[in-house]
């Protein structure tokens, strides 16, 4: 048999229907991975052994006493959660010093969800502080290191997820994303992301759904294991301002391996953000992906950016603001990273009038560029705009003005899809001469995931199977 994390999460949870695998051999497998590998890797914040030994114990007992056909789908499968959740009796950190001893009181909704669906816990995730950079590195843990180049960013801000499931250290890992933070460390990973429609997966008891930038979401090695995610993650609660259509066909895995059709696929990548520059590697894994897509049949289309460069600062005001949303008390200002006290700062400037103008604005720019994208089934983008970069880049300037500078080039793609709410995925479909993974993204239409899932699995299988079947040096 081959190595327990050379499976993928469906291979698992079969395996554990089939009692070929124990969920209590599965958990141990990724936990002594975790604490010979992740101080290098730096994908976890807390790990919770006892707790997930604890619960696949439970899990064993319950194959023992039951039927299969009665198991939740994703028995036995870890599945850790991303330290911007809440999971109760865990400490929460946010990715920030000033939260040092803060217990999350509740669940979030969507980890009950995953514990109903079999999921085990096997700890936190690394995140950058608040979830606000795009890239992992705190006060409160190691950097997130991408396990293709070990000195390089795993990107952020489910950072941490990204370079748990690219090391083997879990099969698949939850994420959130509010500016592109599942699909920028998908790209930098060589993973596949998913970030779902907007309203697709609540926020529920506590996580206020505000402007709906943000949202949960799968991070995987293939795309049927993210589909399964999707379905379990997939939910809402009364008090949610924001409700997706239910899939067409069910069910997200009903898409996996079903005959997409001749699409029309839209293409730019030309990027809203003034100054930003597409990275010749970057852009030769744009082409690439763009043949790929023809050679299956489908229409590839040129088109002017929906989105221009008036929107950036509109989009600035909603980042500044909701950096201020995590409570700080002035005496544990001084544990807050630089970045996050310039955005602070700058959140705080932004009268509430001032607020709900960008948010109209963003809302118009939308509905005008959903005339040009909705004409496409879906629109081919760079999900970055570079190659990972060294740890430390990032701040590797004079002022956290320059640093959010560098974000805001290096991420210029990803954030349009927040902004609409429509569903975007990152395919891990090329990698350079020296071996680093450059992502593509695809958009689809509102509450069109399946699509997305469809095409996704074509071009797929159209490349081995599981993008090549390419496995980092520390894998």
């Not at 997820?161 to 699909?183: C, E, F, K, M, Y």
């Not at 998908?186 to 402007?211: E, M």
């Not at 852009?283 to 992906?289: F, N």
């Amino acid at each position: 048999m081959a190595h327990i994390h050379d499976l993928t999460a469906l291979e698992q949870a079969a395996a554990v229907r089939t009692r070929e695998l124990s969920p209590v051999e599965i958990t141990e497998h990724y936990l002594e991975r975790a604490g010979r590998l992740d101080r290098a890797v730096g994908a976890f914040v807390t790990l919770t052994a006892d707790r997930a030994l604890d619960q696949a114990r439970e899990q064993e007992a319950r194959i023992a006493a039951g039927d299969a056909a009665d198991l939740p789908p994703l028995l036995g499968v870890p599945v850790p959660i991303k330290d911007l959740n809440f999971v109760k009796d865990v400490p929460l950190h946010f990715g920030s010093a000033t939260y040092d001893g803060f217990v999350a009181p509740v669940d979030d909704s969507v980890v009950e969800r995953l514990r109903d669906a079999g999921t085990i816990m096997l700890g936190k995730t690394s995140t950058p502080e608040f979830g606000l950079p795009c890239y992992t590195e705190t006060y409160v843990g190691e950097p997130a290191r991408t396990p293709w180049d070990l000195s390089r960013s795993a990107g952020g801000s489910s950072g941490g997820a990204a370079a748990a499931v690219a090391a083997g250290l879990a099969p698949a890992a939850q994420g959130s994303d509010g500016a592109g933070s599942i699909r920028i460390p998908a790209s930098l990973c060589g993973l596949y992301g998913i970030k779902p429609t907007r309203g697709r997966i609540s926020y529920a008891p506590i996580v206020p759904d505000l402007a709906g930038l943000s949202t949960n979401g799968p991070i995987t090695r293939n795309v049927a294991d993210a589909a399964a995610l999707l379905d379990a993650m997939t939910h809402n609660n009364p008090g949610d301002l924001y409700w997706a259509p239910p899939p067409a066909l069910g069910s997200f895995s009903a898409y996996v391996g079903r005959d997409p059709g001749r699409l029309r696929i839209a293409r730019y990548a030309t990027p809203a953000v003034p100054g930003a520059q597409v990275e010749p590697e970057v852009l030769a894994a744009y082409e690439s992906a763009s043949a790929v897509l023809e050679a299956l049949g489908h229409e590839v289309v040129e088109i002017a950016p929906p989105f221009g460069e008036e929107m950036v600062p509109e989009f600035e005001k909603l980042w500044f603001s909701f950096a201020c949303m995590h409570p700080v008390s002035t005496e544990l200002e001084p544990k807050l990273r630089p970045l996050t006290a310039w955005l602070r700062e700058r959140g705080n400037a932004v009268p509430a009038p001032v607020f709900l103008q960008a948010q109209s604005a963003l809302q118009l720019a939308t509905r005008f560029a959903s005339l040009i994208t909705d004409q496409y089934d879906a629109v081919l983008t760079p999900t970055v705009t570079r190659l990972p970069v060294p740890v430390g880049w990032f701040e590797d300037v004079d002022s956290p003005e320059e640093t959010f500078e560098r974000m805001k080039g290096f991420a210029p793609f990803a954030a349009m899809y927040n902004v609409s709410g429509q569903p975007a995925v990152n395919l891990p479909l090329y990698w350079t001469p020296d071996g680093l993974p450059v992502g593509v993204m695809l958009g689809g239409r509102f509450g069109d995931e399946g699509t997305l899932i469809s095409l996704s699995a074509q071009v797929e299988a159209s490349v081995g199977g599981f993008w090549g079947d390419r496995r980092p040096p520390v894998w």
